[in-house]
């Protein structure tokens, strides 16, 4: 699958790693690789009355991709490395929950994270300063991460096994949902700030994830946010949709997240047994 | 605007399997639960098949309706979208289809 989404060829998907600013750019195959040389002069057997022929492909348009997430799936398995694809809108307070998180679970547990963004390495920056391995995917004009761009910058970060990695994928509720990357679990955050009704507006989000992340229940008090309404919604679009609501900034409901997290490490644990 | 990365993906998908054998046609499969939309795929698909052996082709897409069986009461429902409710009035679906993303089949012209 070709990484760029709503782009020209030219777009570039770049790797950065903060600790040196080295910067690479993805060795992605394009479609213009895909040109053979051979020519095809040798079906005129086939040819129909009209020099017209029809091919069944059948062809799964998602079947690369998923190909790729599969491996990467391997690869962590291998390392028994936990990993989660979190996603949200912009500015739902993925990267301030990560750097609590990363805070506040770092003497416990090891975890690491790939950033991704359309530009800059800010997040990045932001996150190593909890002392956390991180690498930063700069997906250019692109609107989401890939299996691809996570197999390039997993290998880059080469994660210590048993560890946790945490996937920021591009602030989106839209194309991220549609990609596998090869995470244990997709989880959504959704801040107080949004409407109540966006499980509604974007359900496929909210319909492939596994656990939901009421963000910024702190500014409750000054805002016109229905929570009940807003979980009646996630419920309707996935009935088996786990939900919690934390404040990253006054630390309220983290314990939940963390104890959802300390879950799926001891579900891990249980089936190697 | 994924669209555009799944019809840069048609594009990959259907030039290694016939070469650069002219393309006349392309037949998509679209499931209404997928989350493409058609029209966006339309829209990017000249832009996608630029310069490719795609070039000038007609593009048709067949929409695969939802249908999905509701775990609560075992009944079989249509859906129009991923918002729905069983009669029964319960959200617990399975679904059965409409989430497919299928090329079904391209037709060529030998006339290299």
Known sequence: MCSTCGCSDDAHVLLIDPTSEHRHESHQEHRHDHNHDHHHHDHDDHARDDNKRTIRLEH??????NLLAEGNRGWFAGREILALNLMSSPGAGKTTLLERTLRDLGAELEISVIEGDQETARDALRIRETGCKVVQINTGSGCHLDAQMISDAMRSLNPAPRSIMMIENVGNLVCPALFDLGEAAKVVIMSTTEGED???KYPHMFRVCKLMILSKVD???HLQFDVDRCLEFARQVNPTLEILQVSAVTGDGLEGWYGWLRSLIAQRATAEL | MHELAIMESVV???TERVGDVKVVRVLLEIGKLSGVVPDALRFCFDLATAETPLEGAALEIVEIPGR???LQCLADVDLEDQIALCVCGSANLDFLSGQELRIREVEVSSNV
Do not use: I
């Open chain 2, 68 to 70: 999905a069986r509701c």
């Open chain 1, 198 to 200: 966006k499980p509604l």
């Open chain 1, 219 to 221: 500014l409750l008090q």
């Open chain 2, 12 to 14: 990959d998908a259907v």
């Open chain 1, 60 to 65: 799964d348009l998602l079947a690369k991709n």
